[in-house]
């Protein structure tokens, strides 16, 4: 038996199966809450977008975007998977490095690089900068020029489009706190200080228009509005591109109410929009860069809590409260975010009533999912959340002295702890005594 719409299976036991395992067995044996990933569907999603390119025979580099979720694990299958990585901290940089990943494949990125940032980037001679502001173009300047290296960059662009996506991960519209704005000259400044600089290998082109989108038009209407700007300067300065990177966010389904497109049709629709105006310009065809982070790592994990308290309201609500919440999945509270759930020990069995499930943190607000069906909810039953594998882990917190949860990998129904769970004596490690 299979799981409506989400990638997993349901044993003879009746009991949630993810990646071969037993989830049950995996939530006796590591505890709850925990985070569980099927490793063949990171693989296999990978896959998606790198074999698209292969077959449309376009050069491209896919970057995983580790900020959905990075740990030494995760970075060493982005690295046997052949793809490139997307970080934005130090902290990232510092696992990639911790991971060997190869370093000439790690972009850097951020609104606010720091000047230590910048320094580890050049020192471990990452792959490329995506610069964010002016500020930053005078740091790596300055900072390239000290050590006497060339670093390929490229310009991160506000093309004015707004995305059919929550405010909260819209990225692409002119007031975005990222990038250059095309529409006010900003982008052409930064471009007369980027073109022949002694130190900086201008590349090309960078724009992230949002996350969690579902439609291939506003990818191309970006596409379009990059060309627009990429065409007036080949005719003003000559400047041919050789790099156009067109961003992620690509959508996962979360629930029923939700239709992704699969991902071999975006990379289609915007190579195909990227050649039409290649030829229009007539230039050579640039090399096509994607950012996928959701889209790879978001629907191969899910969450396992066991259920605690429950409390019956007549008339108005039935609430199961979880051993997590809001300190292990911050983005119901975050932007409204809504999950599907199945109880892994009865995922066979038919609904017969909603419930909602409420995390443990004092906060009224940490609700995971409101008026979910689930068939009767007993103490101690296993709530597994699904397409809980990206910004999940990455956004976990301390809210409440909670420890973080582990984190299980399976492949080939082979499990393997990959994350640690904390400890109190980690949560208080960096305190230090008044007396």
Not at 10 to 33: F, M, R, S
Not at 39 to 52: G, H, L, S
Not at 212 to 222: G, V, Y
Not at 293 to 306: D, V
């Amino acid at each position: 038996m299979i799981i409506d719409n989400h990638p997993f299976e349901v044993n003879d036991k009746g009991h949630l199966v993810i990646g071969g395992a037993d989830a049950v067995e995996l939530a006796q044996k590591y505890g709850t809450p925990l985070y569980v990933y099927d490793v063949n569907i990171i693989r296999n999603n990978c896959k998606a977008f790198i074999e698209t390119f292969d077959k449309m025979e376009v050069t491209a580099k896919v970057a995983y975007a580790s900020k959905a979720f990075s740990s030494i694990a995760m970075l060493q299958i982005m690295k046997q998977e052949n793809m490139c990585l997307d970080v934005v901290s130090e902290g990232e940089l510092y696992t990639a490095l911790q991971a060997e990943f190869p370093t000439e494949k790690i972009h850097l990125h951020g609104n606010n690089k720091s000047l230590n940032e910048l320094r580890m980037a050049i020192e471990n001679d990452i792959g490329c900068i995506v610069v964010d502001n002016f500020r930053e173009i005078e740091l790596i300047g300055r900072l390239l020029k000290e050590y006497n290296k060339q670093m390929d960059v490229l310009m991160r662009v506000t093309p004015g489009i707004e995305s059919k996506t929550h405010q909260y991960i819209m990225t692409g519209n002119e007031d975005s706190k990222f990038g250059f704005n095309l529409n006010n000259g900003q982008a052409e400044e930064a471009f007369k200080l980027l073109w022949n600089h002694e130190f900086i290998k201008f590349k090309g082109l960078h724009c992230h228009i949002g996350s969690q989108i579902f439609e291939t038009d506003r990818f191309l209407i970006a596409t379009e509005v990059l060309f627009q700007e990429l065409k007036n300067w080949k005719n003003t300065y000559g400047f041919i591109p050789e790099v156009l990177n067109l961003g992620g966010g690509y959508g996962i389904r979360y629930t029923s109410e939700e239709s992704p497109i699969s991902y071999d049709i975006y990379v289609k629709e915007l190579v195909t929009e990227v050649k039409k105006h290649v030829q229009m310009l007539a230039i050579p065809m640039p090399e096509i860069w994607l950012e996928p982070g959701r889209a790879i790592a978001g629907n191969a994990g899910l969450t396992l809590y066991t259920v605690g308290a429950i409390k019956h309201i007549p008339g108005i609500r039935n609430y199961v409260s979880v051993d997590g919440g809001m300190t292990d999945n911050l983005r119901p509270a975050l932007y409204q975010a809504k999950y599907e759930a199945v109880i892994a020990n009865k995922a066979s069995a038919p609904p017969i009533s909603e419930v909602s499930i409420a995390g443990k943190c004092c906060e009224s607000g940490d609700m995971l999912i409101w008026d979910l069906p689930l068939p009767k909810v007993d103490h101690g039953d296993i709530l597994a959340v699904f397409s809980t594998g990206a910004y999940g882990y990455s956004m976990a917190n301390h809210y409440n002295r909670f420890a973080k949860p582990a984190v299980v990998f399976v492949e080939d129904s082979q499990d393997k702890l990959v994350v640690k769970r904390e400890s109190y004596q980690d949560i208080i490690s960096h305190d230090l005594s008044y007396e």
